[in-house]
């Protein structure tokens, strides 16, 4: 039999692997091999009886994704003697007795589950997903009376909200957003004295800086910049992964492509006028239709003249994969109006386009129950399904917005486009959303139906 050969790629992985720092962070964009490279690090310890690692990630769900972390270590531990338990938290553990854990972090109040801990190795998968108190928090847990010096690796893309962007500031351009290759892999000190961080390029630089700072409690650090281009394996298994990486709207691409820690959501970045063509006439071979509500009820007054608005979007999807925005209508009136205005559009639409399927949201509670319930009474004789919003709005307008920047969406001229327009390019900044709303949940609805005419589950 031939020897299992377990080895990081050459470049960032590679550097990733061997930095002996206390502390580091491994990535800024996607694709860069990050949870592969957390994973191998366990691997130097796994003879050590007594060694333990806990690997996080910040909800439970992401741990056994489908492909994701368990999978992962499955398939890299089990063929060198790893025996994968799944209860009461998914382990690994080898012949030597050593384990390596893997755990989530999904509420604040659940780092205090680790008080006592004794963890050599901790490992954070998407550091940005946590927050600055339980990365800090559990620095207090990374302790180790196994003979391995206690240290912690991190992976993370690009967040420019995130208290990571900060603290590893010094490795990405202030001005452009993109890491700075010369500072990768550099090794920098730090210590922590109530919220502040000092830094040094030496331990005794950050003791000079303050007589209450003593050697023991100066940190190394370094960050490890790398992208899809420096996982070589992955761009020949899968070369279809760079061209979905470009499919993404701005922000994303930015991000998860090209590792960007300044770019974040801002208005004009998911949607411009002069990234769609405007027709004057319905395409022939639109296939299906969805028409999507954002409902509201409330009338312009003098303590509210601006109220969110009732916004009902049309939306088609082509045989050669387009889209056409065909009808926008907005009306802020009451609740009574509205249902009269929704069942009107829908009589309208199935007489103009036959079969238009229809979707109403559910909000969290009760309530959105009752409603959702009331308008599938209402609507009866319609296909009418109801939609429970996941995700904030502009995780939920994503998809739209990667379409539309790729030229990908038509719009029908109407005396609606101005408003329409003008709100799409305001967002996320624009005082309403609601035809962005109907937009996402029109696309996303058309994006999951199947061929012969189910929805995707």
Aim: some cysteine; hydrophobic content about 40%.
């Amino acid at each position: 039999m031939e020897p299992i050969i377990i080895r990081p790629q050459p470049g960032p992985q590679e550097m990733f692997l061997s930095t002996p720092v206390d502390i580091a962070f491994y990535g800024g964009a996607a694709g860069g091999g990050k949870t592969y490279a957390l994973l191998m690090e366990c691997l130097r310890h796994i003879n050590n009886k007594h060694f333990g690692a806990t690997i996080f990630r910040r909800n439970s769900n992401q741990i056994k994704n489908e492909g994701g972390l368990w999978d992962n270590a499955k398939q890299m531990y089990m063929p060198i003697g790893g025996i994968p338990l799944e209860n009461p938290r998914p382990t690994i553990r080898f012949r030597s007795g050593a384990k390596i854990t893997f755990a989530h972090l999904q509420y604040e109040n659940d780092k205090f589950g680790y008080q006592g801990a004794q963890i050599p190795l901790i490992g954070f998968d998407e550091i940005t997903h946590f927050t600055a108190s339980q990365f800090w928090y559990m620095l207090s847990r990374n302790r180790s009376t196994c003979g391995v010096r206690p240290y912690i690796r991190g992976t993370t893309n690009p967040d420019a909200d995130s208290w990571v962007a900060k603290f590893i500031q010094w490795y990405w351009d202030a001005e452009t957003g993109y890491a700075i290759p010369e500072r990768s892999g550099k090794i920098r000190y730090f210590t922590r004295m109530g919220d502040e961080i000092i830094w040094g390029d030496t331990p005794d630089d950050v003791v000079k800086q303050s007589p209450d700072i003593i050697q023991e409690q100066v940190k190394s650090f370094t960050f490890i910049a790398s992208k899809l281009s420096d996982n070589k394996i992955l761009m020949e298994k899968d070369p279809g992964y760079l061209g979905a990486l470009r499919a993404q709207g701005t922000v994303e691409r930015e991000r998860l492509e090209n590792g960007n820690w300044l770019i974040r959501p801002s208005a004009g970045l998911y949607f411009k006028r002069s990234q769609v063509q405007v027709v004057n006439a319905i395409p022939h071979n639109v296939v299906e239709w969805v028409r999507s509500w954002d409902l509201a009820a409330t009338v312009p007054s003098t303590a509210n003249p601006d109220p969110d608005a009732t916004a009902g979007v049309l939306m088609g999807r082509l045989d050669n994969g387009m889209f056409i925005v065909a009808d926008v209508q907005r009306a802020q009136v009451t609740a009574n109006e509205v249902r009269n205005l929704t069942r009107n559009i829908a009589t309208i639409d199935r007489a103009k386009h036959k079969y238009v399927r229809i979707t109403v949201p559910q909000d969290p509670g009760q309530a959105g129950k009752d409603q959702a319930a009331s308008y599938i009474k209402h609507l009866a004789g319609f296909n009418v399904a109801t939609i429970r919003p996941s995700g904030n709005k502009v995780t939920r307008a994503e998809p739209f917005s990667a379409q539309w920047q790729a030229g990908n969406v038509l719009v029908l001229a109407g005396p609606w486009n101005e408003k329409y327009f003008s709100e799409l390019e305001a967002f996320p900044e624009s005082v309403h959303d609601d035809m962005v709303d109907a937009s996402s949940d029109a696309f996303n609805t058309l994006a999951t139906i199947t061929s012969w005419g189910g929805f995707v589950s």
